[in-house]
RNA sequence: CCCGGCGUAGCUCAACCUGGUAGAGCGGUGGACUGUAGAUCCACUGGUUGCUGGUUCAAAUCCGGCCGCCGGGACCA
């Protein structure tokens, strides 16, 4: 069976709006997202990146699934390797030649899930050091916002920004946004976890005078960046209580409760074998009939409805016998409403789920190079 | 450079004062109960007590040195 991007939604075609639309849980604003397409036939769109860890179901198979949905739109996808973010948030010890590594291991990822990396712009951050240019936009952004308000935006570090932090986590946020501006983004495609900052930037180009001195005006709509959050794929254990990130309990408890690669039994891994998937489906948090707060439909939902137009769950005659579901919405309902038992459910999803992390799987065990790659930064996760 | 606080299980901490080779909660694993998971019971699993020297029959505990984190001060302006 062949996976392709989600072109077409219940048998009709998608046009680019929808598509887009479909990618986000939170768009700022809708309006000027159809303003934007009108006005650009190929808006830029970006994603930031922290290289760290071993890929997971959201960074090896969910971003893909999304950049594929981007580029199908028509979208020129502009991808930023955040390693001096990485260096700020000291992953690897604050190791800048491992962090890079990590790098080159999700462009590897990246390109066994199937995204045509040659549609996307891939762009390390460090880079943007050496021009001055960058720095000025940097500056003039702090000199827009107060010091209160980029402590409220640090939580995407996913941090309490208490002050005994590092200084060098207030450069954080001004350095976020003037990514945005500096690489001439339309849209802000990142994470429901990264919204207070594209809030930031969008607040900050809108001030009077702005969008020229960060030679942005005739990007976004009006010179402000359009934001498309996607939603936070969940930890196998299901919801927790929220941390504080957000003022809205609904995204505090999202964005708290994201699948985590530091917490290896609540995420699934691009590397896990197809018996590691099926037995961590089959231990996930799946309330019978509840939709809210349940992993493995939210996985039905945005991964592999996303990816495909159907799901086939096999069952016992006993319990059924075998069914076919052709749409999220017709899967949700059976599950509701109770036709459809979790661990039937788990069984299909498990086995799905395998069927996409395959090919990444098997890249990484084929080829040589890519597979060097991965046990080097294994390596340097068990020594952090 | 000085003063103070801290460093114990994967995490949060207790035991330190009044030396007797460490406990709890959370987590993790396994069972019971559910046609999944969770919840709930039951069991299991947990540590070179930052490093180092000393005192002592005996050191997480007392003393010295070092390292690291946090806070304050001094110096400089």
Redesign the pocket.
Known sequence: MEYCSQQYFLGVEMDRFEIIKNIGQEIITEEELRRLLEEKKHPVAYDGFEPSGIAHLPVGVYRPLLLKDLITAGVKVKLLLADSFAWINNKFGGDLEKIRDAGRYFIEVWKAAGVDMKKVKVIWHKDFFDDPEYWKKVILIAKNHSLTRTKRSLAIAGREAD????TAFVFYPSMQCADIFHIKADICQLGMDQRKVNMLAREISGKKGMKEQLDYVDCGVDGRPVIVSHRMLMG???PVKGKGFDENSGIDVEISSKMSKSLP??AIFVHDSKEEITKKI???????KVVEGNP?LEYCKEIIFRSSHELEVK??PK??GDVTFYSYAELEKAFVSGDL????L??AVAERLNELIEPIRDHFEKNTKAQELYETVASYEITR
Request: charged share 20%; glycine share 8%; proline share 15%.
């Open positions: 002050d005994s932090q590092p196998l254990k299901g039994e609540t089959n231990s996930a948090f799946c309330p019978m493995i069952r016992p319990f059924g038992h979790p661990q039937d788990k069984i």
